[in-house]
């Protein structure tokens, strides 16, 4: 047997909709399924306070749909890649193409990662790379540790904004701000 090379069967975006692991949270990635315990409650109360503020600008302005937590999204195939972001925002020119069952196969136009104490640095800029390479054009990289928020861009340049702050919609959603106090306190 060669050392290195992975036995672990090659899944679809398709098996993982049909698996049931109670109080897990998984995610697809190349094909290969991760397991993770639930994060933290105070992580919970975080990705709540960014889904609010985005779904109220969101709302009002009708620009498009905003998705909570554990929300998957088919980002590649063959192998298939599913990634859950903690909070996300698809427009309203491409929202018609989110059917009502399985994973949308899209990526998200602005999304939110919480890091957990738990996370590795290499995966969580792993993620970050593949929702980029999928199309997200804005990624808020929430570090509570650090009380962060480092803002990756699809034209590759990163912002790092601390307090005093504000998150900023950008183009891609104009008009909306929300200081980082908002959602960190």
């Known amino acids: 047997m060669l050392r290195g ?14 698996m049931s692991l109670p109080g897990k949270q998984v ?9 993770r315990e639930p994060p933290g409650t105070w992580h919970g109360a975080i990705a709540a306070k960014l889904a609010y503020h985005l779904s109220d600008f969101a709302n ?7 998705f909570a937590q554990d929300t998957g999204f088919k980002i590649a195939s063959d192998p ?43 995966e969580v800029l792993a993620k970050v790379a593949d929702w980029l390479a999928a199309g997200t054009k804005l990624v808020w990289l929430v570090d509570l540790e650090r009380a962060e928020v480092r803002v990756y861009r699809s034209d590759g340049s990163l912002s790092v904004l601390q307090e005093g702050d504000s998150l900023d919609g950008e183009d891609v959603l104009p008009g909306f ?3 980082l106090s908002d959602v960190l306190a």
């Open 80 to 122: 298939d890649t599913v990634r859950a972001p903690d909070v996300a925002f698809v427009g309203r020119e491409r929202a018609g193409l989110i059917g009502k069952r399985g994973y949308a196969e899209l990526a998200p136009d602005l999304l939110a990662e919480i890091v957990s104490p738990d996370d590795r640095p290499a």
């Open 177 to 179: 701000t929300c200081p």
């Open 5 to 18: 090379v992975s036995t672990a069967p090659v899944l679809t975006a398709a098996d993982v909709e049909r």
């Open 60 to 66: 009002r302005q009708e620009l498009g749909l905003v």
């Open 27 to 35: 995610e697809l990635v190349r094909g290969q399924l991760v397991v």
